[in-house]
């Protein structure tokens, strides 16, 4: 309307009236607009365009599990979401029923910091006691006894080539490949032995989060930058790639952006709402 905002009809057959009391930068509308999104993209008078798209979240506060405070991973697999907990274990979601799973009926431990998918559609989990593999509706955990250097897993991720990488809390860097556990430690080149996240960017190269700093591991190798200063932090508890093979490196002081040349911090100086980066 020309003064009194938009006016809708829900399914119901109920009258919505949105105005500038409830979303909108004025009640002065001068024309509308839907997309293929089902976005609707509203003139004003005076105030520029206005975008009011569908409802932005969708909460599950009353979804026994997915509603636990400390949520560390999310998979996906033929029919469920898998959700991982700080200290409930896993819960797996098929639309409409939850099943939970913790150290009574499966899992290795409760804590459960990381869920990765691998080709066969087994769901794998690092835990506070083992590595734990869900395939054909049966838990296996892997623990020292079987070759990892620590119990307490932080990390996990799945290359190219189908190997898992493994970071832990305090055993340093494995790799399970060919049914066995290749470990690495600071005595290998790692700058520290809490690895707390792990890429594979599109060159091949695997990055590794630790607890002292950036490190690189590619031709065999480990490769650090803790001694350059454009990196505000020696946490690095997240890392993922975009689309231009610039890799970002998330920590509680300010997110790291990598252009294959030179490293940038970027803090709240320069926009973000929060220097803490999860």
Known sequence: TANDGLYAIDVDGEIIHITKENGLPTNNLTHLFKDKSGNLWIGTNGHGLVKLGNKAFTYFDNVNGLNNSSIFGIVVDQNN?????????????????????????????????????????????????????????????????????????????????????????????????????????????????????????????????????????????????????????????????????NIWFGTDRCVVKYDGVDFKSITTNQGLSSNTIY
Request: hydrophobic share 30%; charged share 20%.
């Open 81 to 245: 979401i898998w959700v991982a907990t700080g200290d409930e274990g896993v819960f797996r979601y098929d639309g409409k029923t939850v099943t939970h799973f913790n150290a009574s009926n499966g899992m290795g431990g409760n804590e459960v910091r990381a869920i990765v998918k691998d080709k066969n559609n087994a769901i794998w989990f690092a835990t506070n006691n083992g590595l734990t593999k869900y395939e054909n509706n049966k838990f296996s955990t892997y623990t020292t006894a079987n070759g990892l250097p620590t119990n307490k897993i932080r990390s996990l991720m799945f290359d190219k080539n189908q190997n898992l990488w493994i970071g832990t809390s305090g055993g340093g860097l494995s790799v399970f490949k060919e049914n066995k556990f290749i470990n690495y430690t600071e005595k290998d080149g790692l700058t520290h032995n809490y690895i707390h996240s792990i890429l594979e960017d599109k060159k091949g190269n695997i990055w590794l989060g630790t607890g002292n700093g950036i490190n690189r591991f590619s031709n065999g190798q480990f490769h650090n930058y803790i001694g350059s200063t454009t990196i505000c932090n020696t946490y690095i508890g997240s890392i993922t790639e975009d689309d231009f093979g």
